[in-house]
């Protein structure tokens, strides 16, 4: 059971109101590593600079990835730094520095170009293309995205849309790439461009899924210790593409619990800075919760 994930290992410095981290690993497929990796193996693609700390990457190694196809290039890592006031579910983008991500093209061995689980995760829309073409008969392409691509490279995402199975867009996103205020009216319209399966995240609101099939919202876990909302969504990614690699089957069921899943890994992830909590998380903790998120809801 394998999964490859493309997008950004960062250097990312956040302030909340409950303190400042600077410079701590992050980036969107550092996140969903941390949790896709209690179901699947997962092959890491991204691109590191040269002052990137030698810590991280044995972090990442001890916990599982595949580093394979994490390249070092010349010059210096992503970073983002970042500020959540008031509202805990939008953060303020102080500074971006693209470094070596702005050359990056992702290369992968042959081996790992046979997996047929892939994420494309947040990251530019040609980058994800560029690796999804050279994949062999994947069996299931999820994409991420966010407002920056879908405003300043709308015509790629568009094109890539076409070739995937899951679209996940957060609420802002749906409605900015669909042009529809209302999310089902939106989720229509993005299905419309391509993908069979939208799931739309609406933060503490929970996830709405949609299909030809069927429709169905299931809410976040709920939480009263929110820290650092960082990732949050590449988690609750890792979680819902992980369990499918697994499970190795799509129905209405198994959709429900990748969800669920996500949703879990993801209240993880708010608790702490960064990698700080779901770099703890085990199978076994994750159960619990699911279990107690069972009990609050219908799934």
Request: hydrophobic share 40%; charged share 25%; aromatic share 10%.
């Amino acid at each position: 059971m394998s999964i490859i994930v493309l997008g950004t290992v960062a250097l990312d410095t956040v302030r909340t109101p409950f303190g400042i981290r600077k410079h701590m690993l992050g980036g969107s497929a550092a996140h969903f590593a941390m949790s896709a990796r209690l179901f699947s193996n997962v092959n890491l693609v991204a691109i590191i600079g040269e002052d990137f700390p030698s810590k991280y990457i044995d972090f990442l190694r001890k916990k599982g990835i595949i580093l394979t196809s994490l390249i070092k290039g010349k010059g210096r890592s992503f970073k983002w730094e970042g500020e959540y006031r008031g509202d805990l579910n939008t953060a303020l983008t102080l500074n971006t520095e693209l470094g070596v991500l702005s050359t990056f093209r992702p290369v992968v061995s042959e081996e790992q170009r046979k997996i047929k689980y892939i994420f494309l995760a947040n990251v530019d829309p040609d980058i994800q293309r560029h690796l999804l073409e050279h994949m062999h008969s994947p069996k299931l392409v999820g994409l991420d995205s966010m407002n920056y691509w879908i405003h300043h490279k709308r015509r790629a995402l568009l094109r890539l849309l076409k070739k995937v199975n899951i679209y996940v867009a957060n609420d802002q996103e749906a409605r900015s790439l669909s042009g529809e205020s209302n999310l089902i009216k939106a989720a229509k319209c993005l299905y419309s461009y391509g993908p069979r399966m939208i799931l739309i995240k609406k933060g503490e609101h929970g996830v709405l899924f949609f299909s030809d099939k069927f429709i169905f919202s299931i809410p976040a876990y709920p939480t009263d210790k929110v820290i650092d909302p960082t990732g949050a969504g590449d988690t609750f990614a890792g979680g819902f593409m992980g369990y499918l690699t697994r499970a190795k089957k799509i129905n209405a069921e198994t959709l429900r619990k990748a969800i669920a899943i996500g949703s879990v890994a993801a209240s993880f992830n708010v608790e702490d800075f960064g990698l700080n909590k779901t770099a703890r998380l085990t199978m076994r903790g994750l159960k619990k919760r699911l279990g107690h998120f069972r009990e609050m809801t219908i799934f």
